[in-house]
């Protein structure tokens, strides 16, 4: 999967956490926007499309499952994976029921970010591709519902062959 066609949206108010991520983000090939408010964040969710949302829980201006709420509510497919320095068993189990993809407490290994970032877009690629091929499919049915909807007259005669062709 090519990381250049991924924007990544970080939101987190340690403006330290922002800038590293941010240039490791940027290293391995991924457009990345930062917002240190989750207002901020959801702005830039709007105008910016990302695939995928890095979201710290402890935000100035808003509880982070709160925003998880808005942002799922917003674009419901897209991938979050919830940030914290907050380490707590029911904020994870909590993050996770309301729609977040995982869940990693601070600090966290450079490597261990950048897989779970990945297994997150590939989880987006194939939720798209699969819904894809869900409409791929309607459109199908509908089609073969149609066909089998016509009558089908056999027609020996030239002239009579082209008359039908000419309704269908």
């Known amino acids: 999967m090519k990381t250049g066609n991924h924007r990544v949206l970080i939101i987190d108010d340690e403006r330290p956490v922002l800038m590293t991520l941010e240039a490791l983000l940027k290293r391995h090939g991924y457009h990345v926007d930062t917002a240190p408010t989750a207002s901020q964040g959801l702005k830039l969710i709007r105008s910016k499309s990302p695939t995928l949302i890095l979201l710290d829980l402890q935000l100035p201006d808003a509880d982070g499952l709160e925003t998880l709420?808005?942002?799922?509510?917003?674009?419901?497919?897209?991938?979050?994976?919830?940030?914290?320095?907050?380490?707590?068993?029911?904020?994870?189990?909590?993050?996770?029921?309301?729609?977040?993809?995982?869940?990693?407490?601070?600090?966290?290994?450079?490597?261990?970010?950048?897989?779970l970032v990945?297994?997150?877009?590939?989880?987006?690629?194939?939720?798209?591709?699969?819904?894809?091929?869900?409409?791929?499919?309607e459109q199908l049915e509908r089609r073969l519902e149609v066909a089998e909807a016509r009558p089908t007259l056999i027609f020996k005669s030239k002239p009579m062959q082209e008359i039908d062709e000419l309704i269908n």
Do not use: C, W
Request: hydrophobic letters at 40%; proline letters at 3%; charged letters at 35%.
């Open 118 to 137: 990945e297994k997150a877009l590939e989880k987006q690629f194939l939720l798209r591709e699969a819904e894809e091929l869900r409409e791929k499919t």
């Open 69 to 115: 709420d808005r942002i799922k509510t917003e674009v419901p497919q897209i991938q979050v994976i919830i940030l914290t320095a907050h380490d707590s068993l029911h904020n994870a189990i909590e993050s996770i029921k309301r729609g977040a993809y995982h869940f990693i407490s601070k600090p966290y290994a450079a490597e261990e970010l950048l897989s």
